[in-house]
Nanobody
Framework: QVQLVESGGGLVQPGGSLRLSCAASGFNFSTYYMTWFRQTPGGAHEFVAGINWSSSNTVYADSVQGRFTISRDNAKNTVFLQMSTLKPTDTAVYYC?????????WGQGTQVTVSS
């Protein structure tokens, strides 16, 4: 079955960096578009970034453009989110996502807290 497992979250000071990972299994990872979303403490569910199968196309939310970088390693079935210059407003649970077979699949999420 499809499985997505996020890791790499934690507590970081404003201006710091974190790298999130999402290990995928149960599907042909190298052929699918992958995305990162986040859910804020207020409950908002936001798109963060997306990447196509070949890494030739990436898309970012305006709020993270220039600070976050999405990448993938198809040999390791893993998608990454490098987050830099973090702000308190980036505090959220971060989820990776794949849409396949008419369904959205989500991991369990990883908590990122940006606070001094």
């Amino acid at each position: 079955q499809v499985q997505l497992v996020e890791s790499g979250g934690g507590l970081v000071q404003p201006g710091g960096s974190l790298r999130l990972s999402c290990a995928a299994s149960g599907f042909n990872f190298s052929t699918y578009y992958m995305t990162w979303f986040r859910q804020t403490p207020g409950g908002a569910h936001e798109f963060v970034a997306g990447i196509n199968w070949s890494s030739s196309n990436t898309v970012y939310a305006d709020s993270v453009q220039g600070r976050f970088t999405i990448s993938r390693d198809n040999a390791k079935n893993t998608v990454f989110l490098q987050m830099s210059t973090l702000k308190p407003t980036d505090t959220a649970v971060y989820y990776c996502n794949v849409f396949l077979g008419g369904f959205n699949y989500w991991g369990q999420g990883t908590q990122v807290t940006v606070s001094s």
